[in-house]
């Protein structure tokens, strides 16, 4: 399945991934949310939805739908990798 075809992932979040080496969404389910934002982050800018974005694309369903434990979770990594 391409990227493009998750929810949360329209050309641009594709292209980046691509460019991180994940080309499929078989990719991003064995690599994980973490992993893909701090490859991201490695090559740019990365936000905290990006990372909401990904995990829900993980879980086929729009990020705003994530349960809130999810997002605080998520939340906790992402400010530790900001750090």
């Given at each position: 399945?391409?990227?493009?075809?998750?929810?949360?992932?329209?050309?641009?979040?594709?292209?980046e991934l691509?460019?991180?080496?994940?080309?499929?969404?078989?990719?991003?389910?064995?690599?994980?949310?973490?992993?893909?934002?701090?490859?991201?982050?490695?090559?740019?800018?990365?936000?905290?939805?990006?990372?909401?974005?990904?995990?829900?694309?993980?879980?086929?369903?729009?990020?705003?739908?994530?349960?809130?434990?999810?997002r605080l979770?998520?939340k906790s990594?992402?400010?530790?990798?900001?750090?």
């Amino acid at each position: 399945m391409k990227l493009s075809e998750l929810p949360n992932i329209g050309k641009t979040l594709e292209k980046e991934l691509n460019d991180i080496g994940i080309q499929t969404a078989e990719d991003l389910k064995e690599t994980g949310s973490i992993e893909a934002i701090i490859r991201l982050n490695v090559h740019g800018d990365t936000c905290c939805n990006k990372l909401y974005a990904l995990e829900g694309a993980i879980r086929e369903v729009r990020w705003h739908h994530l349960p809130k434990d999810v997002r605080l979770q998520l939340k906790s990594e992402y400010d530790k990798l900001k750090k």
